[in-house]
């Protein structure tokens, strides 16, 4: 049986034995190799006298004891000759299949460059998915040839409103800015490689058939008001403009699919489902037609059948649906993955109604919540979830049965940008977040919260060296 190890290093912890390795160059040296009798996501590694020895079930568990070994060679001792690695002896295997971060860059768009430098991050954690929110109803983000103005239109705002928004705001300041950008399929392209160079899956997310008032801007026909002209929205929060169910509408979502699908190899493709007010629906005679005709009774399940007719793309291509949990409402597919983002008890219901799902609930991963005092942090978009909150972070919530337990695949964090404008502010919010999550989606073994800090010090040099801002510890 495989144990856990901790992914912020802590070397003197897995000595094995009395001797150590010598080398000028102990990370070149070392023996890889990809063998059978390990299970796919195990690795083991073998430090003696004589050298250092990788072995892994797939190549991207291979990938995972080359991390580990490089954090054990870059906490030898320095010798007269090179460094010297301790003997030791790992048998490493993660807890979860899905260990991913979604980085927001619809709400504030992030430079190619820095989205590079958040996979290195995410490679050196051992997480292996990057969920890319790319489209919203502050911003369109990804090129689509076959509707040019999603881009030209719909990736720009001419501002964006300043300070904390509340439930009950009506009026608003701007910074009178110009904001926006979007990835070229080439980028995107870029991203996809350089991510699965390192073992990182690439999920892309067009949410719908909500957050969709920056497309219904560039083609008004998509709205439910196709005769008044919006705007990319300048403010945050929910948007009552929402997507018209009309065939065309569907169409035009399944093109945009099929491209999204050109180039993302990933198996998984995040169509969103959150947040989808039928305000418009109940009111459109068009949606109320639609209702009438599938036999609905609500116009709220219209968008159920609405997301069933666009991921048929997606089945056809042998992809897989992800939504967020409001979809367990929607009636959505049945091998629909579902990411439990509004509470952990969310994740409990997904499961129970036979999911799999990945658990991302606010209360612990979302990382745009406060790290601590809001009077002396940056705005943020409320809550608290400091450091040890996340260190603390329990993926299986307690009493379910073992099949339930299975259906939890892993787990996610999320850093959403409203209040987060450039690379510094994300960096600051993610990290070192990010490390003390790693350990809870790899099942690291959990000690004293002190004890973690002891280690992430020294771990933050290797974060600096990625050129990643962070919040200094406390």
Request: glycine letters at 8%; aromatic letters at 8%.
């Amino acid at each position: 049986m495989s144990e856990q190890i901790a992914i912020v290093p802590a070397p003197r912890e897995l000595v094995a034995g009395d001797g150590q390795w010598v080398s000028t160059d102990p990370a070149a040296d070392a023996v890889r190799t990809v063998v059978e009798n390990l299970g796919e996501t195990e690795y083991r590694i073998d430090v003696t006298p004589d050298g250092a020895r990788l072995s892994a079930g797939s190549e991207e568990s291979l990938r995972y004891a080359e991390q580990t070994y490089r954090q054990l060679v870059d906490a030898a001792t320095p010798v007269e000759d090179g460094v010297a690695v301790p003997a030791v002896h790992i048998a490493d295997a993660p807890r979860f299949g899905w260990r991913g971060v979604m980085l927001d860059v619809a709400r504030h768009f992030l430079p190619k460059e820095f989205v590079l430098r958040v996979i290195d991050a995410i490679a050196l954690h051992r997480l292996n998915v990057l969920h890319l929110h790319l489209t919203d109803d502050q911003g369109w983000r990804v090129q689509i040839d076959a509707f040019p103005k999603l881009t030209e239109v719909g990736a720009w705002r001419p501002e964006t409103m300043v300070g904390k928004m509340s439930h009950d705001q009506t009026e608003f300041s701007y910074d009178g800015k110009r904001h926006g950008g979007f990835y070229t399929k080439d980028d995107l392209r870029e991203i996809v490689a350089y991510a699965a160079d390192r073992g990182i899956t690439v999920v892309p997310e067009i949410d719908l058939p909500g957050h969709m008032q920056a497309a219904i801007a560039a083609y008004p026909e998509l709205g439910n008001n196709p005769d008044s002209q919006l705007g990319v929205r300048q403010i945050w929060g929910i948007s009552d403009d929402v997507l018209n169910v009309n065939d065309e509408t569907v169409e035009f979502v399944r093109t945009v699919l099929r491209e999204v699908l050109e180039i993302f190899p990933s198996p998984y493709i995040h169509l969103g489902g959150d947040e989808c007010p039928d305000v418009q629906w109940r009111t459109s005679e068009v949606a109320q037609a639609r209702q009438a005709e599938l036999g609905l009774t609500d116009a709220g399940q219209l968008q159920g059948w609405f997301t069933e007719q666009v991921a048929a793309v997606l089945t056809e291509d042998g992809r897989r649906l992800v939504g967020w949990d409001e979809m367990v409402e929607t009636d959505c597919p049945k091998d629909a993955v579902i990411m439990a983002w509004r509470s952990a008890q969310r994740g409990e219901i997904a499961v129970k109604a036979g999911h799999e799902t990945v658990m991302a609930p606010c209360e612990s991963v979302y990382f745009d919540y406060y790290q601590g005092d809001p009077a002396t942090e940056p705005l943020a978009i409320g809550g608290n979830i400091p450091l040890e909150k996340v260190y603390d972070f329990e993926v299986i919530p307690a009493g379910l049965s073992a099949e339930e337990e299975a259906r939890i695949v892993g787990t996610q964090c999320q850093i959403w940008t409203e209040y987060m404008e450039d690379p510094e502010r994300v960096g600051y919010m993610l990290l070192p977040r990010l490390s003390a999550f790693a350990e809870r989606a790899w099942g690291s073994p959990k000690a004293s919260y002190d004890e973690f800090l002891t280690r992430l010090r020294p771990h933050l040099a290797r974060i600096e060296a990625l050129g990643l801002n962070y919040r200094p510890l406390d």
